[in-house]
């Protein structure tokens, strides 16, 4: 029972909107009417500049990391870690506190990973450095690395379990992103 209730407050930290909040703070607008009218670090920093982009990153992917720190302090298995990070990205993605529409997920999906492991991060990192190099696109750069991750954490924890939790994840990532993949790839 502990561990729903955990996996519902994963999603409700997830509406902790930074993006919204700093915008807020800054001059009073909503961040929904401003710029590309998305919630999240890159539409702050075009409207606010490189300061407002690293505080609503960073606010961002503090929500995954403490999801993960929570659930790993309270020693919940390694699948209720992989939903609580499900949940707070889609509580990010989606939040109930702005009508469901809420930013991207990157932030607050990194975040989470790095928190969850460390060494399947790393290995991330590796791989969308490579792809930026060959692709020359951010976007194409990450969506291919967070693609492989599943497989990453497969190969390291050969848990079938956690390769299809991490691929839904991964999948939410993907579809989120899908119009700026399309637009990539024209």
Do not use: C
């Amino acid at each position: 029972m502990l561990e729903v209730l955990y996996i519902i407050a994963a999603y409700l930290v997830g509406n902790i909107m930074t993006a919204f909040i700093v915008m807020r703070i800054k001059n009073g607008g909503d961040i929904r009417q401003l710029g590309s009218g998305n919630v999240g670090a890159r539409n702050v920093g075009r409207l606010i500049g490189k300061k407002g982009f690293l505080i609503t990153a960073i606010g961002d992917g503090l929500k995954g990391v403490l999801v993960i720190g929570g659930a790993k302090y309270l020693d919940f298995s390694v699948e209720v870690q992989l939903l609580s990070m499900l949940a707070v990205i889609v509580g990010h993605i989606w939040p109930f506190t702005l009508k469901f529409k809420g930013g991207l997920g990157i932030a607050t999906f990194i975040g989470a990973l790095l928190t969850f492991h460390p060494v399947v991060t790393l290995v991330f990192v590796i791989i969308f450095l490579i792809f930026l190099l060959i692709l020359r696109s951010v976007t194409l750069a990450a969506m291919s690395g967070f693609a492989l991750i599943p497989i990453i954490l497969l190969y390291i924890t050969h848990s079938i379990t956690s390769f299809i939790l991490m691929g839904i994840v991964v999948a939410i990532m993907i579809f989120v992103h899908w119009d700026g993949i399309k637009e990539k790839l024209e």
